[in-house]
């Protein structure tokens, strides 16, 4: 390594770092983990939140252009309210398991989900996921 | 022998033929490798009926799909009598074992071609190689694809009506030859350095590399061109893991050939490309692992469920990340290298430079796909998004293009600044132009801006050497460059695309125009079904003056009851007009209230106030006799402003069950009769005559600025890596005649 060339390497080395950097930060940013209800309520976060479909809960409100529905942990039967900015997904109502993306909202006191995916009853591959964002 | 009788022999015995083929084959390059060159005859006569035996089985397997034999588990499973002919190709590899199949089937052919690109080191190489076959191999007879099941069928389950496609039938293949090529190079390096032979393998390698590039690149494009025109995912590129696992090896790929290249030109990297071609090889391993095994299977769209494979995945995994481990420890540092003495301004720095930032880009996307393991051991698994991605790669992107720009005009001796610099003026002029031009349309972000002035400065300085190359000698020395003229519009049409597009979802009433963005759509009709055409919903669009159809499809699957929509696409070569389906109400006629809500349906306005038990005589006392129970309805309609109140009737025989429903006539014309009484909710159903909701489709319209610069870009990158194989090919010839007359 020339006299010349080592700031160079240092310049790379701190840009590479400073980069790994970055992406760590947008990595911790960007996760969305999977949690339960009752921490899902905190509404710090973007979390996942996952669950089966309250049979006849589900409402359309045209008017706000959202979805409505009840997602039932089956483990704990605890019931969580959510709402969907956007269109019912086609096969919803099939839906065996739905894994709402979003963060809780404390005032309206239902999940905001910006995203769900949707798990139908599929032979083909046990569960055929769908996304809807 | 119970585990026999569930199998269909001529199928598996196949697969045990090539079995013992493949270690017969093994065995006879390992006794070449001991000193006996008189068996190499040996082991390629045994790598020949290997060939046979695995020719044998797909031919066998295609057969039972068109035969449609369901005693065999995996036709029962993938294909139907309703199915196609040409689909029951789609069967071949819809399914787990079905893709590995055909994945070590393109293995196995492209031996044939290794055993001959390996020159004098075709015994080691072979050895490698076949050992990589043997792991698919291994996992194909202990999860046997020819199991039968206990009683014949009579229909199977049908193929996944997602993969019923003309681009399932064409695609999957085309990504598998991809995956099979990645381990040619690995073995290629793996023998090398076992033989401590270092010098040949990269000039014997780089035409293998290039042409797993391109085989992979046109199956990532025919992707994501699925994934645009016919399922209507909306983009081109998703960040599912499905896609990151073909991408990642691609990337790994990508700077392979650099580094091969460098290695070629100016004898650099000979350390890393060994490390380079480990890597594209085990992260076709760990995507498919990440795929195949489970582990995502609550977080992807395609993902597989986990069939019991993941141990061997594993294995196969572990067991060559061990042994190349061990090589690239024991070896790497024998291997001759020369010091790097290039100075900053040289085309070797910037190539390593780009290098860099390229393997930055695999890692940061290898650790997002990774992400639900990666967050396992922590109290929450999670995964990351798409926003993740982008985040990443923006920055990554915007020093490719940078260092894309200056590379035509570098040498490798190294450059004065000034005259690179006099060189970029001409190009940056352009560049500027084009990001003014830009700002004038839309564009105001400054990081945005310097995107599009950096992409469009890249794509300007390697179309000049392209063309300035092509008027030296013809095509032979312009492949990089135009690859790289076609990485310039990627950039530009990825930004325009993704960044700038504008998405709108809107309900639509048949016959009742709606202005979605600057677009008046009206949806027309549903089109019926008509032979193999599936019903579509025909939606008039009038923009800028300008007035076309789009019949985006939208039908319901017969046999699973699946809805199925196909977006509809106007392209313009400026723009996509894109317009995919999402739900469909074919109108109704009945209303559920519960006392004191109200309903709207068509013009009308329902609101129910009240059940009438005195509206015939009391009908708790008629119920307790057994009599005839006559319930009324009090509800008050709305129409034109008008309220009015009405009472139809509901009569109920105890003994019969009898029902009789007493219609009142609508005001305005039609009529409103009790359907049905919901006594546990207290709830009226209400049918309507004569009136009914228009039926109502509801579509996400999207409008893609310059989305044909990412397929035109692709092909521009294909088309120039093409061009780089045949004069690399013509090279490695002449590496094979040198060693020949040496």
Known sequence: ?133 | MSYLSHLYVPGALALWCALAFALTSLWGYSLVLRGDASALPFARRAYGFYVLSMVMVATIMAMLLVIRDFRIEYVYQYSGLDLPTHYQFASFWAGQKGSFLIWLIWGTLLGLLVRRGAGKSEAPVMGVYILTLLGLLFILVRENPFVMLAQTPRDGQGLNPLLQDNWMVIHPPIMFIGYASAAIPFAFAMASLWRRDYDNWAARAFPFALGGFLVLGTAILMGGYWAYKTLGWGGFWGWDPVENASLIPWIFGTVMIHGLHLERTRKRYRRANYVLATLTFLSVLYGTFLTRSGVLADFSVHSFVDLGISRWLIAWMAGFALLSAYLLATRLRQVPTEPNEDPFLSRGTFMVLATITLLACALVITAGTSAPILTRFMKSPGQVGPSFYNQVNLPIALLIALLLAFVPYLTWKGDVPRAVLRKLAGPAVFALALAVAAAIWKVRQPFHLLFLFLAALALATNLHKTVAKYRAGGLRGAGGYLAHVGVGVILLGVLASSAYDDSTKATLEMGKPRQVGDATLTFTRVVPRRGSEREGMEIQVARGGKSFTVTPRMFMNDRTRQLMVNPDIRSTPLADFYVSPIDFDPGQSTLQLAKGQSGQLGDIQVRFERFDLEADGNALAAMQAGKQVTIGADVVVTRNGKATPLKPLYRLSPGSGQVESVPVDLPGGGGLAVAGIDASNGAVQLALVGVQTPARLSVDVTHKPFIQLVWGGLYIVLLGGLTATVSRLRQARQVDRAGETA
């Open chain 1, 1 to 133: 390594m020339s006299k010349k060339t080592k700031p160079l390497y240092l310049l790379g080395t701190l840009l590479l770092l400073g980069f790994a950097g970055f992406s760590l930060s947008s990595f911790r940013q960007t996760l969305t983990p999977y949690v339960s209800y009752a921490r899902a309520r905190q509404g710090d976060r973007i979390v996942q939140v996952a669950g089966a479909l309250e049979k006849g809960s589900s409402s359309y409100v045209a008017q706000q252009e959202s979805l409505y529905f009840s997602l039932k942990d089956p483990k704990t039967q605890e019931i969580l309210r959510v709402r969907y900015k956007g269109l019912k997904p086609a096969n919803f109502e099939d839906a065996i398991s739905i894994v709402a993306i979003g963060r809780y909202d404390e005032k309206a006191k239902n999940f905001e989900a910006d995203k769900l995916l949707v798990k139908c009853p599929s032979k083909y591959q046990g569960a055929e996921v769908k996304t809807y964002s």
